[in-house]
């Protein structure tokens, strides 16, 4: 059972560079979901997608854009990335939203922007 | 918008004793109350929910209470074990519409043997 599954898990790029961090799930999830950790802080959303086709702003939607390919897979894009954006990314999935059930989550990547 | 305290921030306990991790919330609005467990270089997963209208919830050693008229909510773990040992999360959303989960800060716990 794969479960959530992000790539890459470790990256380092130089400021202005580009990116895209690439999540799939096989549960069929309906939702899906792109977090920030930071150090001493909680998950923080960035963009979500309730379901195949649809996408939406979280808490820190700034520097990233979203694409949700289709029902299984949502990338995460950095297009100029900076410093700031220096985090561990985690992907999660569920059947709806959050309030309803169970998230699952993917076991992260860590980005590094010189 | 919503914000959530979770205190305290690391804790340390021999293992068989309990161990007790609060959050305070401020959104009377909020109604669901989950938390999460990360080991380390994993992803955080879900161990316990309650929601609003339920005092206390148990499953085995880990139990949940919450206080809507203090806004507050605690996990409880028992009888710790070295594998309990990881970051805890708190959590609160409102509504079933909502697709926005506030985390905490995270504890650190650590069981030792």
């Known amino acids: 059972n794969a479960g959530v599954t992000q790539t890459p898990k470790f990256q380092v790029l130089k400021t202005g560079q580009s990116m895209t961090l690439q999540c799939a799930q096989d549960m069929n999830h309906n939702s899906m979901y792109w977090y920030r950790q930071d150090p001493g802080m909680g998950l923080r959303l960035i963009y979500y997608?309730?379901?195949?086709?649809?996408?939406d702003k979280g808490e820190v939607p700034n520097g990233y854009n979203v694409s949700r390919l289709n029902k299984r897979e949502f990338s995460l894009r950095l297009e100029s990335a900076a410093p700031s954006q220096t985090s561990v990314y985690f992907c999660a999935s569920g059947l709806g939203g959050p309030n309803t059930g169970e998230l699952f989550f993917g076991e992260g990547s860590r980005l590094t922007v010189l | 918008g919503e914000n959530v305290e979770q205190h305290p921030s690391t804790l340390s306990v021999q293992e068989g004793d309990s161990a007790v991790i609060k959050c305070t919330y401020s959104?009377?609005?909020?109604?669901?109350f989950p938390w999460y467990k990360q080991e380390l270089g994993k992803g955080s997963q879900l161990i316990i929910d309650?929601?609003?209208?339920?005092g206390e919830k148990k499953d085995q050693r880990i139990a949940v209470t919450l206080n809507k008229t203090a806004k507050h909510f605690s996990l409880h773990i028992t009888e710790t074990q070295p594998e309990d040992s990881a970051v805890y999360f708190c959590?609160?959303?409102?509504?079933?519409?909502?697709?926005?989960?506030?985390f905490g800060k995270g504890t650190k716990l650590s069981v030792i043997p």
């Open positions: 997608s309730a379901s195949e086709g649809t996408t």
């Open positions: 959104d009377s609005a909020s109604n669901y």
């Open positions: 959590a609160l959303g409102s509504g079933a519409g909502s697709y926005q989960l506030t």
């Open positions: 309650i929601r609003s209208n339920v």
